[in-house]
């Protein structure tokens, strides 16, 4: 019997979020927009212009245009979440969340637990993250600090099928979530398209779908080397097992999805396979997801292991701003591939 | 319109229930039979219970690190307060908050920010998400003399501001931030000025006077349900006792704390409804009795009440069902 195959269109991660927001405002009406410069006639549709166009649909108290005033933002989408709404609040670069700190690490993350379960803060606070040429204050990853939040969960979708997917779940989360979205993969067009961007674009359902989190996805099989890689840096890690292969090195890519909650089973699975373990992460290396990941695969897959763990991460510095430096800064193809020599040095 | 005589000796029974409240959890405390630490709301009464006399029932209060008296006056049980303060299953938080996150979602009052200055964006997006649901409800934000120096404060309440939120921010001044006296870090004379950098009333009252904290707030909360935006209100007022736990009061003079305690809030409501003879000595003794029997059951009940496993503080850091 032949399986009706849902009808796709090809979007960028922009447009994807976007479709995403906008089903779940239409299906639901708790859920609504708060930012800065999201909903102004004539203005951007947010930083990456994810939510263009959609206050002429929804109306300008639904596409909710603030002060630039972060704390309030995340404050107002506590207040909002607890008052029985389903706020998705963005700020315009990721490395502004710390300008809300409390109000996320705080109140977001903390008010269920306070309450022994009675409330539930069901928001979405979406940062674009990365280094894109914008330094030291407009370039950063935090994504890191986050998953050290219980209380918090944190997805970073790579691709346009994830991004719709995985929003729709966030917004149907009585949980607060921090997603994370790279500036470099959005495929925002006209002036706000991103030089150097990588753009994947994808075949995203037009019908309604999610995509749970704490489900990684293998991008790409492999038998040697397991590589767990996140955002941008999914992208690299295949373009260094594409180059690895014709050395005759089998990697394989995994893309967690969610970093909170973490799919370990996925890796554990593959490190089974392949013995041997390589994190890219865009965040600084001390304190980072990518140590954390390389802790909980050591103390649950340790027999397992034929050669150290070994992370691939920025170093710790603030973000440089001159390309040279910044080409420096994020781990590229190279420093991962060369990664996956030494880990198979061990033998 | 003035307040029935059944309104007024609801009042006094509502202070006398914090004040009480108060004086023996510090006992329970001291004794060493209570864990935690306390921010006690003694001297303060009048604000708490004039502010919550104003609202409904499905109205909200934000509450602070001081939130024992904003509880009760909201309508948080005595029995579920005191089993918080022991950290028992049966408290407010089932023994997850403690003293400074008490509240109870079912009354309306909103598990305790302890932050200072951190409820006030979080008061103006419940009130956002009233407004946008078109409830009618209204949020009362409470919150000491520090807080209007923390950014939260600003974003918060310009927020509430531009966009015509139903909330009312009160603001109790007791005259020390710890113990830190509030002319030394704020310019104005007037903490209620604070109010027209953001295009919004601002009025101080005096906050001993329990009728006059609910003169000043029953327009402000009717201005707000009916779409006419927030109101700062601030109280003038006194805690009797120290900031905290270990607070010996270094920082202020005794004759100050006199004056202070001469303008008490109870006392005043009291000696007023003896004046117009709407209440007897012995009718206000039967209250203060009625109080005493409810404190003790509320303390044999927290006593009494399980305690919790250990391993329960795993719970409740996600919603159970997780997403749906």
């Known amino acids: ?347 | 319109m003035p307040l029935s005589t059944e309104q007024l000796l609801h009042l006094y029974r509502q202070m006398v229930r914090i004040r009480r409240f108060e004086e023996k959890v510090n006992q329970l405390f001291l004794e060493g039979v209570m864990p935690g630490t306390l921010h006690l709301y003694i001297g303060q009464e009048a604000c708490a219970v004039g502010v919550c006399e104003a609202l409904q029932q499905t109205d909200w209060i934000t509450s602070t690190h001081r939130p024992h008296g904003h509880a009760i006056a909201k309508g948080v049980s005595m029995d579920s307060l005191m089993a918080e303060l022991f950290g028992k299953t049966t408290g407010c938080c089932g023994g997850y908050g403690g003293s400074m996150h008490v509240g109870d979602p079912a009354v309306g009052s909103l598990t305790a920010i302890a932050i200072v200055g951190g409820n006030t964006p979080v008061a103006s997006g419940m009130a956002l998400g009233f407004k946008l649901q078109k409830t009618g409800q209204v949020v009362c934000c409470f919150m000491g003399d520090g807080a209007v120096n923390e950014g939260a404060f600003h974003e918060g309440v310009n927020m509430a501001a531009i966009w015509d939120l139903p909330v009312v921010f009160i603001c109790e001044n007791n005259k020390y931030g710890a113990s830190t006296p509030v002319e030394q870090v704020v310019k104005l004379e007037k903490l209620a000025d604070r109010a027209h950098g953001y295009g919004i009333p601002g009025v101080t009252v005096d906050g001993m006077d329990v009728l006059a904290v609910h003169e000043a707030i029953a327009p402000a909360v009717e201005r707000a349900r009916s779409g006419g935006g927030p109101t700062f209100v601030e109280c003038e007022t006194y805690r009797f006792i120290g900031h905290s736990r270990s607070d010996t009061r270094g920082y202020r003079s005794r004759e100050e704390e006199a004056e202070w305690k001469a303008r008490d809030p109870i006392a005043r409501l009291a000696a007023q409804l003896k004046e117009s003879e709407q209440a007897t000595d012995e009718a206000l003794t039967a209250i203060a009795a009625a109080v005493e029997e409810e404190l003790e059951q509320a303390v044999a009940f927290a006593r009494e009440s399980p305690a919790r496993a250990p391993e329960d503080c795993l719970r409740h850091v996600f919603t159970e069902e997780g997403a749906h």
């Open chain 1, 1 to 347: 019997m032949a399986v009706a195959q849902p009808e796709t269109r090809t979007m960028t991660i922009a447009e994807a979020l976007r479709e995403a927001i906008r089903e779940e405002m239409r299906r639901d009406e708790r859920v609504f927009c708060l930012g800065e410069d999201i909903g102004i006639p004539g203005g951007f549709g947010g930083a990456f212009t994810v939510t263009l166009g959609l206050a002429e649909e929804f109306g300008h108290q639904r596409i909710l245009d603030t002060p630039i005033s972060e704390a309030g933002i995340a404050g107002a989408a506590v207040g909002a979440a607890l008052a029985g709404m389903r706020p998705v609040a963005d700020v315009q670069y990721a490395d502004f969340l710390f300008c809300a700190m409390d109000q996320l690490v705080n109140q977001a993350a903390k008010m269920r637990y306070m309450s022994g379960g009675k409330v539930a803060v069901p928001l979405v606070m979406r940062a674009p993250s990365g280094a894109t040429t914008r330094a030291a204050q407009h370039g950063q990853s935090p994504e890191s600090y986050f998953i050290h939040v219980p209380g918090l969960k944190v997805a970073c979708p790579s691709t346009a099928y994830d991004a719709k997917g995985l929003l729709k779940t966030a917004i149907r989360d009585d949980n607060p979530v921090l997603f994370f979205e790279h500036k470099l993969l959005y495929g925002s067009k006209g002036m706000r398209a991103e030089k150097g961007a990588l753009s994947p674009v994808g075949e995203v359902p037009l019908d309604d779908y999610t995509i749970p989190f704490g489900k990684g996805a293998i991008r790409r099989e492999g038998t040697d080397v397991t590589i767990v890689a996140k955002l941008l840096m999914v992208y690299k890690a295949l373009s260094a097992a594409e180059a690895l292969a014709e050395e005759g090195i089998s990697c394989e890519v995994l893309d967690p999805r969610t970093l909170v909650p973490f799919d370990t089973e996925l890796v554990v699975e593959s490190v089974r396979k392949t013995e041997r373990l390589v994190i890219v992460d865009e965040c600084p290396r001390t304190g980072g997801w990518a140590g954390e990941v390389a802790a909980e695969i050591q103390e649950q897959a340790f027999g397992h292991l034929d050669a150290p763990i070994k992370r691939v991460t920025a170093p710790d510095t603030p973000v440089p701003f001159a390309p040279v430096m910044e080409k420096y800064y994020v781990p590229d193809e190279q420093d991962i591939a060369q990664a996956v020599r030494e880990v198979l040095r061990w033998r």
